[in-house]
């Protein structure tokens, strides 16, 4: 069973402080990966994190979004450079519990094309998996020809994985217990996109890749069903359940 799970960068930093970690999260969280890897809940899993204050904080100071890009040499640095130091983070908390943990850095593997379309090789991570390796990629710049760089969300690198390696399950653990409707209560599932248009408001923090309205777009367009849920829901997607919202 191969499993994607994004971690949300507002689920393991604090995303209104510039590259702050959550720490108390991410323990909760590394702590759910272990656990389910332990007991054999989990066999082939991918993690993927996002941003936070790390990666969307320097991306909105150098005007960096998925579709605007840069030349700036010092921009790579302070994105990318942000970007590896919480993939350090996450990567430690799960070394911590014996998770087999390894980087995966999208900026090394990735590209776009003129048009904007992302190329992404997944052999080595295949490969990872099948030597019992838990690959941890993460949101980060990629090279976009007559750009210079553009941001590559982790969401975008879950349903391209998700596909490339046809996963059988993919959630997204992020900062809310779902997909919340106006009345702030968790919508069971999405089919369409049009269902949900209205009250899929734009993130409140700063975020360049589109908030929660660009993740669902981005998950209808997967074969397989995908959960967005809380942190407290993790425990209950690692063991096979689906707590939030279900993009059909
Ligand atoms: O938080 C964005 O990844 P996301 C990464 O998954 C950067 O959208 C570099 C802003």
New binding site residues.
């Given amino acids: 069973m191969t499993v994607v799970l ?1 971690l ?2 507002s689920v393991v930093t604090e995303k209104d402080r510039a590259e702050t970690i959550d720490g108390a999260a991410l323990d909760h969280t590394a702590d759910a990966i272990a656990d389910a890897i332990s007991v054999g809940d989990v066999d082939d899993l991918v993690v993927v994190h ?3 204050s790390f ?2 904080h ?2 909105s100071e150098f005007g960096v979004s998925t579709t605007d890009g840069s030349h700036d040499v010092d921009a790579v640095h302070a ?1 990318h450079g942000a ?1 590896t130091t919480l993939n350090q983070f996450v990567l430690r908390r799960l070394l911590d519990r014996d998770v087999p943990a390894v980087p995966i850095q999208p900026f090394s593997a990735g590209h776009r094309s003129e048009r904007g379309e992302l190329t992404f090789p997944f052999g080595q991570i295949e490969t990872l998996l099948s030597e019992g390796f838990v690959p941890v990629l ?4 990629v090279a976009h020809a007559g750009e210079g760089v553009t ?5 975008e690198l879950v349903v391209e994985l998700a596909a490339s390696l046809g996963a059988d399950r993919v959630g997204l653990c992020s900062a809310v217990p779902g997909v919340l409707d106006d009345a702030d209560a968790v919508i069971d599932r999405i089919d369409e996109y049009d269902d949900v248009a209205d009250v899929l408001g734009e993130s409140e923090a700063t ?3 589109g908030g929660m309205a660009a993740k669902v777009r981005a998950l209808l367009d997967l074969d397989s069903n995908a959960t967005i849920f809380g942190r407290d829901g993790l425990s209950a997607f690692l063991e096979g359940d689906d707590p939030g919202t279900t993009i059909d």
């Fill in positions: 994004k949300g960068g996002g941003g936070g990666g969307h320097h991306a994105i970007m993460h949101g980060d710049l941001v590559v969300s982790g969401d975020d360049v890749s």
